[in-house]
C-alpha cells in the first residue's frame, strides 16, 4: 500500500500521529486522495456493518447514466406459460401411448376394464399466442399454413393423438438415427 | 461442459475454413463412425443407467440389452417415478404398468437396421446436415467421440451424438433446436459392454399375475380394410425428404383405418396419417409438443389429418397445410 494511503486509512481508524497530520494535510486536496477518503470511509462502514441502504446520490446518477448509454439487446422472447401447456398434453399422450402401443382396440375379451384412460381431464391441449408462430422465418411462404385453431382438449381427441403417437413411435425405431431407443419416450412420461 | 463447447466451436470453424473436400471427408468419417454405432446397438451385449431428459423433465433408467443366434432381447426399466418396463424379446414387445396394474403385450415389426436411415447414402445426408467430428469427452467413465450433425436448413433438427471409441456404442445424445437449445437428452452414466448378460437380468420383476393384459399377437390385419387415401397427396415437404413406408394401419380406438406415410431425410423422421372422420367424431384439431417431437392436426375434406415428427413445430404444421385432396 502506498504510503499516502496508509496515512488515509490510519486516520480514518483514528490512528495516527503529528506526522500523519502533516501528511494528511498535503495530501488533503489531491482528487484522488479525496476518493480514497470516501472508499476507506465505506469499507469501514461495511465492517462495522453500519452502511445504509440507500445509494449515495452520485451512485444513483452514474448508474443512470450507464442505463442510459447502454445499447439496447433484443433477447430472444422467453417462452410463454400458454406455449407449455402443449408440452404437457402430448406427454400425457405418450403415457396413453405407452399403454396404446400394445394395442388399445383389441383388448383380451376377458378383460374387464377399458384399455387405458389416464389422460387428465384437466390436461388440455392450448394453443400459443399467434405471434409464435408467424413470426418464424422457416416455414416458407409458398403454401399458407393452416390457421390456427385451439386443439380439442377432449379425450377422445387426446385418445386418437396417443394412437399416432404410438403408430409413429413404432416406425422411428427403424428409421432415422439409432442408438435412441425410441421406447424411452413412452416409459419417461410426465406424471403430471 | 465450457471446454467441451469451445472445443466444438473451433473444430467448427476449422471445419469451415478448411477445403471443401476435407469436409466431405470430414462427414464421411463422422457417417461411417455412426454406421458401426448402428451394428453396436444392434449386436452387443450392454447393461447400463442412463438418464433421460426432455424440457425440466428428468427420468432415470436401465437398460439391459443382449444379442444372441441373431435375435435381439432387451429389458427397459424405469429408475424414477412410476414402476415401468418394456421388455422386447425379438418382435414380442410387453410393457408392465405397475402403476396402472396392466400388462401389454403386442408383436411389433422387427427392427430392420438395413431400413435405417443412416444407411442412407451418404451423398444424400450431406445435402440436408454437416457431419463432423469435432472432439472427445468421456461419457460414463468412457471415452468418446462427439458427433455433430447441424441441418443445413432451419426446418430440421441439430444433434450432437457421444460414440464410445472401443465398442462404438452410443453413449450419450441431445436433440438441438436452431438456437442451440436443448430438447432431448439421453445420457448413460454408467454402462458395461460386451459382458455376458444373464438370462434372468432380461426378465422383469413386476408381478403381473394380478395386472389387466391386453395382448396383441396378430399380425396388423388393417391392410385389407379400405380406406380411400389414394386421391390425397402432400404437396410440400423439406429439401431432402422422401417416402420409406406407406401401410394402412387400425386405429386402436375406432379399429378406423388410417393412412400412414412416413418420410426421413435419413435422420429424421415424420409420420403423416389421413383418417376419413366419421360423423360422430370429435375431430382434433391445433397442435401439441412433447420435447423433439411436434404435432399438428387439421380436417380437410371431412378427413383428419395429423402429422408427427421429430421435426421443428412449423415444419410439421407446413407439412400438415400441404397435404390435400384432389
Not at chain 1, 500521529?17 to 480514497?36: H, K, M
Not at chain 2, 360422430?280 to 384439431?285: G, N, W
Request: net charge negative; with cysteine; hydrophobic share 40%.
Amino acid at each position: 500500500m502506498h504510503i499516502e494511503q496508509e496515512v488515509l486509512s490510519a486516520a480514518i481508524d483514528g490512528d495516527h500521529d503529528a506526522a500523519s497530520d502533516q501528511v494528511l494535510q498535503g495530501i488533503a486536496g489531491q482528487e484522488i486522495t479525496r476518493d480514497c477518503w470516501a472508499r476507506y470511509h465505506l469499507i469501514g462502514d461495511v465492517l462495522r456493518d453500519g452502511l445504509v441502504d440507500v445509494a449515495s446520490k452520485d451512485f444513483s446518477q452514474r448508474l443512470r447514466t450507464q442505463i442510459n448509454d447502454e445499447p439496447t439487446i433484443v433477447s430472444p422472447r422467453k417462452r410463454s406459460s400458454s406455449y407449455r401447456r402443449p408440452l404437457a398434453g402430448l406427454a400425457i399422450a405418450a403415457s396413453v401411448a405407452a399403454i396404446a402401443i400394445i394395442g388399445v382396440g383389441r383388448i383380451a375379451p376377458e378383460s374387464p376394464t377399458p384399455a387405458r384412460i389416464a389422460v387428465s381431464p384437466d390436461i388440455t391441449l392450448a394453443t400459443p399466442a399467434q405471434p409464435q408462430f408467424v413470426a418464424r422465418p422457416e416455414i416458407p411462404p409458398a403454401i399458407s399454413p393452416a390457421p390456427l385453431v385451439e386443439a380439442t382438449p377432449a379425450l377422445y381427441s387426446q385418445r386418437r393423438l396417443n394412437g399416432y403417437l404410438v403408430k409413429f413411435n413404432e416406425q422411428r425405431s427403424s428409421v432415422g438415427i439409432p442408438g435412441v431407443n425410441p421406447y424411452v419416450r413412452i416409459v419417461g412420461f410426465e406424471t403430471e | 461442459m465450457s471446454a467441451i463447447k469451445t472445443r466444438c466451436l473451433l473444430c467448427l470453424v476449422v471445419a469451415i475454413s478448411v477445403p471443401s473436400g476435407a469436409v466431405v471427408a470430414q462427414d464421411g468419417a463422422a457417417v461411417e463412425l455412426m454406421r458401426a454405432m448402428a451394428s453396436a446397438t444392434e449386436r452387443l451385449n450392454y447393461d447400463g443407467m442412463f438418464i433421460y431428459q426432455r424440457e425440466a423433465q428428468i427420468d432415470s433408467m436401465r437398460i439391459v440389452h443382449k444379442y444372441s443366434n441373431g435375435l435381439e432381447r432387451e429389458r427397459l426399466i424405469s429408475l424414477s417415478g412410476p414402476e415401468r418396463e418394456v421388455v422386447r424379446d425379438g418382435a414380442r414387445v410387453t410393457c408392465l404398468f405397475a402403476d396402472d396394474r396392466e400388462v401389454m403385450v403386442e408383436k411389433t415389426e422387427p427392427r430392420n437396421f438395413l431400413a435405417l436411415g443412416i444407411s442412407e447414402p451418404i451423398g444424400n445426408l450431406v445435402k440436408s446436415y454437416s457431419f463432423n467430428i469435432v472432439g472427445h469427452d468421456r461419457i460414463a467413465g468412457r471415452p468418446t467421440s462427439l458427433v455433430s450433425i447441424l441441418p443445413k436448413q432451419p426446418n430440421r433438427y441439430g444433434y450432437q451424438l457421444w460414440i464410445d471409441e472401443e465398442f462404438k456404442l452410443l453413449l450419450k445424445s441431445v436433440i438441438l433446436n436452431r438456437s442451440g437449445q436443448l430438447l432431448e437428452q439421453v445420457q448413460f452414466v454408467q454402462i458395461q459392454i460386451d459382458h455376458e448378460i444373464p438370462d434372468h437380468l432380461l426378465a422383469t420383476k413386476i408381478e403381473g399375475s394380478e395386472f389387466t393384459w391386453h395382448i396383441n399377437d396378430a399380425a396388423d390385419n388393417s391392410a385389407s380394410k379400405v380406406v380411400e387415401t389414394s386421391g390425397w397427396s402432400v404437396k410440400w415437404l423439406p429439401t431432402g425428404f422422401y417416402m420409406r413406408n406407406h401401410k394402412v394401419q387400425s386405429m386402436s380406438e375406432t379399429n378406423m383405418p388410417v393412412s400412414h406415410m412416413v418420410y426421413s431425410d435419413g435422420l429424421a423422421m415424420v409420420s403423416i396419417f389421413v383418417e376419413q372422420l366419421a360423423e360422430s367424431a370429435e375431430p382434433l384439431q391445433g397442435y401439441s409438443s412433447m420435447g423433439a417431437v411436434n404435432a399438428f392436426s387439421r380436417v380437410s375434406n371431412a378427413h383428419q389429418i395429423t402429422v408427427v415428427g421429430e421435426i421443428p413445430l412449423p415444419t410439421v404444421r407446413q407439412i400438415a397445410s400441404s397435404v390435400e385432396y384432389h
